[in-house]
């Protein structure tokens, strides 16, 4: 079909439904591309977060454990002052 004003046949549409076709299947590539490329950067960003996440609890763990070792020492050595004073530990 060289001249717009002319009538479309049949081969015409064909061909031009095998255009559309394969540009549709050009598009399709490329958006998969794009989805599974953002579905990487995605997963990257969480494990990102989630390995800093990570460490901070681990940090904050020890920190925990530690406070609880100083408080437990500090419980000791007041309950042997009471002893020393003879006075009854307060409940």
């Known amino acids: ?6 009538t479309a046949s049949k081969q015409d549409l064909l061909e031009l439904g095998q255009a559309l076709r394969q ?23 969480f494990y990102g977060y989630a390995e800093t996440t ?12 530690g406070l609880r070792e100083r408080l437990a020492t500090v419980e000791d050595r007041l309950l042997e002052v009471e002893k020393r004073l003879k006075m009854p530990p307060a409940a």
């Open 23 to 45: 540009q549709l299947v050009g598009m399709e590539q490329r958006l998969i591309k794009t989805i599974r490329d953002m579905e990487a950067n995605l997963l990257r960003a």
């Open 1 to 6: 079909m060289e001249n717009a004003q002319e």
């Open 54 to 65: 990570q460490k901070h609890l681990t940090d904050l763990d020890r920190s925990d454990s």
